[in-house]
T-cell receptor, first 111, second 111 residues
Framework: DTAVSQTPKYLVTQMGNDKSIKCEQN?????MYWYKQDSKKFLKIMFS???????INETVPNRFSPKSPDKAHLNLHINSLELGDSAVYFC??????????FGPGTRLTVL | GNSVTQMEGPVTLSEEAFLTINCTYT??????LFWYVQYPGEGLQLLLK?????DKGSNKGFEATYRKETTSFHLEKGSVQVSDSAVYFC??????????FGSGTRLLVRP
């Protein structure tokens, strides 16, 4: 059983397009996160949701919009993609402040 | 603000050598500390954690001790294997449940 899953694993698209990445967790956690890993492997949090409520919103362009339809899902929609959005995006989940468990990542390439 | 500093990589070792990857942190209070590992082409996996001063986390032969006097959480392993080749991330969990990561240290183990 996959604990935290993401789709798609790879996403290649043109500049200006709109795309979504989906995340699901089956761990019964109440908090979910999106992290971005750049080309130098540096990891930084983007958003966090607790019980479908946004609790962390880092300085991310408003072209990025997270949506949490329920506690088990956290999707990331990106409008008007730019070259600099190319990265690996990781979803994670936890029970509040406990250990965070990560998904396999989605490698986004913007051409 | 909170931050994590890791030694620069890559670290190249021969199989069965002793490994140390240094990690120091700056934080208010006493955050939980983590080591995550990223194998090539994969997501982040929790390696070990420590939640309070003097705690020792251990897993798969790796160990790290939470030292508040030196604000450090160095990762050690007595005898590395080729299969340990990966990127290792030290991280702290801040009070808003954000993981703050170090820049990662690439380990390459040669047969």
């Amino acid at each position: 059983d996959t604990a935290v899953s993401q789709t798609p694993k790879y996403l290649v698209t043109q500049m200006g397009n709109d795309k979504s990445i989906k995340c699901e967790q089956n761990l019964g956690h109440d908090t979910m996160y999106w992290y971005k890993q750049d080309s130098k492997k540096f990891l930084k949090i983007m958003f966090s949701y607790n019980n479908k409520e946004l609790i962390i919103n880092e300085t991310v362009p408003n072209r990025f919009s997270p949506k949490s339809p329920d506690k088990a899902h956290l999707n990331l929609h990106i409008n008007s993609l730019e070259l600099g959005d190319s990265a690996v995006y990781f979803c994670a989940s936890s029970h509040q402040g406990d250990t965070q468990y990560f998904g396999p990542g989605t490698r986004l390439t913007v051409l | 603000g909170n931050s994590v500093t890791q030694m620069e990589g890559p670290v190249t070792l021969s199989e069965e050598a002793f490994l140390t990857i240094n990690c120091t942190y700056t934080a208010t209070g006493y955050p939980s500390l983590f080591w995550y590992v990223q194998y090539p082409g994969e997501g982040l996996q929790l390696l070990l954690k420590a939640t309070k001063a003097d705690d020792k986390g251990s897993n798969k032969g790796f160990e790290a001790t939470y030292r508040k006097e030196t604000t450090s959480f160095h990762l050690e392993k007595g005898s590395v294997q080729v299969s340990d080749s990966a990127v290792y991330f030290c991280a702290l969990l801040d009070s808003s449940y954000k993981l703050i990561f170090g820049s990662g240290t690439r380990l390459l183990v040669r047969p």
